[in-house]
């Protein structure tokens, strides 16, 4: 694992800042599309809601019958469970990587000096 890092490790000072400002802006660039991909799969998540409740209106009102009730109500479920497990992944992933990454490096640059 000592030789992972050692092979990390950057000399040049100049380099080594270049790198870690580099690699910290790709990390924040990553992390800013990460939360409008949320964002926008959040707006989604609200529409399907909506259409839910509007679906659920119009059987009360008996505009609809129990049947397409019932296979739109299953759509809209599956709709609603995909994007939820669209916005857990994306909170989960990308952020985390993009911060080791950059949490690695920096250990590397000082790990022969400790």
């Not at 080594?16 to 990553?30: G, K």
């Not at 990460?34 to 707006?43: A, D, F, P, W």
């Not at 911060?99 to 790990?111: D, G, H, N, P, W």
Request: net charge positive; charged share 35%.
């Amino acid at each position: 694992m000592l030789s992972l890092f050692d092979k990390l490790r950057v000399e040049d000072e100049k380099v080594r800042h270049w790198f870690a400002r580099v690699l910290r802006e790709r990390t924040q660039d990553q992390q800013r599309e990460n939360q409008q991909q949320v964002t926008k799969l959040n707006r989604q998540l609200t529409r399907v809601r909506h259409q839910q409740d509007q679906l659920l209106n119009l059987r009360l009102l008996e505009e609809i019958d129990q049947g397409t009730f019932a296979s739109k109500g299953t759509e809209l479920r599956d709709r609603l469970a995909k994007l939820t497990l669209q916005v857990e992944s994306h909170d989960r992933g990308r952020s985390e990587v993009g911060e080791i990454a950059v949490k690695a490096f920096e250990l590397s640059q000082t790990l022969k000096q400790q």
